[in-house]
């Protein structure tokens, strides 16, 4: 039996619709229930449900956006931080591999850089580069940075960077959604992962007994906010009009208070596993041909 | 009444004391009696016992000592960053004044230069220097800085920071105690608190309604740690030999992981207020000679 928090989530419920696809026993822990944060408790549920593995999938993520992390440090450090030592304290006492949703937003940038300058993106032994160790950082990828530290050293746990979900399903946490609904866009370079095969690849680290560590779960190769908007306009053909920002500079007079993450992620440790995550161009094709 | 959080710590005990000596009636609050990290809890205790003023003296500071801290991330993060932001929830809520212990360690060095290059020290408004955001730090620092952003923009909160505690009263938290039993002393210059004129000066911030805010609450001046070891050989008139780190390098060579803060505070915000805060030359002698 699979334990999973945070199942009720954006991430969470992806991945308890994948486990009924695959007939493998999980439950769904919510807070209500159980108070998972606090490790006595967490430990209790462990002893009663007896799982072969645990999923934690709870996280902060701030509504309506990451901005409202720099609102509620507290609630983020605690969903984004803390928890995650906790879990780790529990499972380590009882023996539990696990796995941890973190986030690829605690990089900036192209990454490393291949022949020609082309970006390879950040590997999973590069040091965050963005986060409160190397600012500017927003609180949310600070608060996810911090949550890797309190994982550094633990053995049983796949540490998965996801990065700017999307799906085919409409939905305000969809990037894709997000698109099509922002009033202007800024043109940035990004990584990408279909939350689907985001899902599919965590549960194959853990049926296919791929080592524990860190890994990149992000689609192949990268992609910019023009390229994902001329797909939108090829497969849905909308006739909406997409404006942009000049530059980073107008986005953040414009909007942001906080500084946003761009970058690229290398995936070649997952593909390597033999997971095949596909090309993030034909991931959002595919999406976007069978949007719903 | 006043709520009295980690009041069997080493300033809860300190506070305890000395509300008791003005007879001020306080409840000390044990985390095993009420679990005040828990939003819901803390209120519910607020409602219960309806103090006019709370003081939160609890913080995860690491057994043996601040490197502890490297190991304990979350226990870390929680008790020095998330606590306060909770406290912080429940007050605003409540209409309840409050002060919470801070900590001088999130800066390093002399801070502001007066005339001849005399370390005036770190003023209030100074962004923290040794922290998360500015590296190096330890996460000890880290947390502490990340507890005061958690209280950026409250109201009616005291910010009181606290910076190596010493007291006439032997024992394993106080820093002549300290050197008096470490085997090698590096020498560095510090501003530090006597403990019972820190919490008479806490205290007075309340009683007289002096402005909320941050306050340095640190004896004036500065001190080398070779001066506080002439002060301990001149009053206590020990034969022990102190020997000392060559430099920073050798000292972290030989038994730091992490970096410690030395660093000078500017403490005149708060004798600004009509507190007579002595000078640390003549606090220290005074301990010494009260030694027991």
Redesign the interface.
Same mark, same amino acid.
């Given at each position: 039996m699979i334990l999973l928090l945070g199942g009720r989530g954006f991430v969470g419920t992806a991945f308890a619709h994948s486990l009924a696809k695959r007939s493998l026993a999980f439950e769904v822990v919510s807070r209500r229930q159980c108070?998972y944060t &606090?490790l006595d408790h967490l430990i209790a549920l462990i002893d009663q449900t007896n799982p072969s593995f645990l999923i934690n999938a709870a996280g902060y993520t701030g509504q309506p956006n990451v901005e409202a992390c720099e609102d509620h440090?507290?609630?983020c450090?605690?969903g984004n931080?803390?928890?995650?030592?906790?879990i780790?304290?529990a499972c380590e006492l009882r023996g539990l591999p696990w796995g941890h949703v973190s986030s690829g937003c605690i990089y900036s940038g192209a990454g490393n850089r291949g022949h020609a300058g082309a970006a390879l993106g950040h590997r999973e032994t590069d040091p965050p580069n963005f986060?409160? &160790?190397?600012?500017p950082c927003s609180f949310y990828s600070?608060s996810k940075a911090?949550g890797e530290?309190?994982l550094q050293g633990a053995e049983s746990v796949f540490v998965w960077r996801l990065r700017i979900p999307f799906s085919c399903r409409d939905g305000s946490r969809n990037y894709l959604s997000k698109l099509m609904h922002y009033e202007r866009l800024l043109d940035v370079t990004n990584s990408l992962a279909e939350l689907d095969e985001f899902v599919d690849a965590c549960l194959y680290c853990w049926q296919h007994r791929v080592p524990f560590g860190t890994y990149n779960v992000v689609n192949s190769g990268a992609i910019t906010t023009r390229e994902v908007v001329g797909l939108i306009i090829n497969c849905l053909k909308t006739d909406r009009e997409f404006k942009y920002f000049r530059d980073e500079a107008e986005f953040m007079q414009a909007t942001a208070r906080v500084p946003r993450s761009s970058c690229v992620l290398d995936n070649s440790k997952l593909l390597r596993t033999g997971f095949p995550m596909s090309n993030v161009h034909d991931a959002i094709r595919r999406s976007l041909l069978n949007w719903q």
């Open positions: 108070d &606090r440090k507290a609630e450090l605690m931080a803390v928890l995650p030592g906790v780790r304290q986060c409160f &160790r190397s600012p600070g911090l530290e309190c």
